[in-house]
């Protein structure tokens, strides 16, 4: 088994990964993953005790027990870039002995859930609702990094549908979908909507808001609104769903996003005060993931 470069897979000093912080003891089999770092202690206040409170720059980790079950808290921060350090870290504090810098002999699979809040591209997905992501449609450019040859990772007609229905600017990267966890789709589907998350790699431009900037193309959005393909279409935005979709494919990790919808960008409706919401769909998560 080759030995991973020191300058790859970077430790610090008292034995943690170098982004997260965090030593393999210390992370549980179960990840609720948040882009804010205030909403870690949201989850872990429910948790019967917490072992491990670690924070380093946006990356802020609870990690105890609930119900009998160890969970640990994470966030992520903004974006598909954040979620490349985040689920290339978590691998690594499962599968790679991090002294010898070697992959172990046995692989173990993480569940990781992402709760996050989320604009609705369709009038009939309600603000206030639950958008479950089938699949990741990525926007971003991350995951064409890396070497998706013969993993079954990409749904590539899929992806050529979508191409050739919304006239794809050769400028842009080439658009990528990636399925959720079938496993974990089919726990989190009750009381949930249930659709393909566009992953932008923006807030503003890539999401087709403008403010002093104009668009390259202005009707994108409603090109993917009325995008669908075997039932399935479009129902959301966001900015890490591709990319956690497609590297825990890839790292052969269970994965799922759960967002509350705040935003509905047909209706032009926004939830100022989203804190009840959010409180709402951890409650939901963690009674599915202990029961």
């Known amino acids: 088994m080759p030995v991973i470069k020191s300058t ?3 430790i610090c000093e008292d034995g943690s990964i170098y982004h997260l912080a965090l030593q393999p003891h210390q992370l549980a089999d179960t990840v609720i993953m948040v882009g804010d770092p205030d909403r870690v ?3 872990s206040n429910h948790f019967d005790t917490v072992e491990y409170r670690i924070a ?4 802020k980790t609870h990690t105890g027990m609930l119900n009998g079950k160890r969970i640990t808290a994470l966030s ?6 954040n979620v490349d350090i985040v689920m290339n870290e978590l691998d690594a504090l ?3 002995d991090l002294l010898t810098h070697r992959i172990k002999p046995e ?9 996050g809040t989320s604009g609705s591209i369709q009038a009939d997905v309600p603000v206030g609702s639950f958008a479950l992501s089938s699949y990741g449609l990525g926007l971003d450019n991350l995951l064409h990094f890396y070497d998706t040859n013969g993993s079954n990772t990409l749904d590539l007609q899929m992806s050529g549908a979508f191409m050739k229905h919304t006239g794809w600017n050769e400028n842009l990267s080439k658009p990528y979908f ?3 966890s079938d496993e974990l789709i089919r726990k989190f589907e009750k009381g949930t909507i249930k659709g393909i998350t566009a992953t932008a790699p923006g807030f503003y431009g890539p999401q087709g808001r403008v403010l002093r900037l104009r668009l ?5 959005n409603e090109k993917i609104r009325s995008f669908s393909y075997k039932d399935e279409r479009v129902i959301n935005f966001e900015m890490e769903t591709s990319a956690l979709y497609g590297l825990g494919s890839l790292l052969n990790h269970r994965v799922i996003t759960v967002c509350a919808l705040i935003a509905n960008r047909v209706t032009n409706e926004f939830v100022r005060d989203h804190k009840a919401l959010i409180e709402k769909l951890i409650d939901l998560v963690l009674e599915r993931i202990t029961n």
């Open 8 to 10: 790859d897979l970077l």
């Open 41 to 43: 202690a949201l989850i």
């Open 56 to 59: 380093n720059r946006e990356f």
């Open 76 to 81: 992520s921060g903004i974006g598909a870039d």
């Open 94 to 96: 499962a599968n790679i």
């Open 107 to 115: 692989h173990k699979t993480l569940n990781v859930i992402r709760i």
């Open 178 to 180: 990636v399925k959720g």
């Open 216 to 220: 390259a193309d202005p009707e994108l």
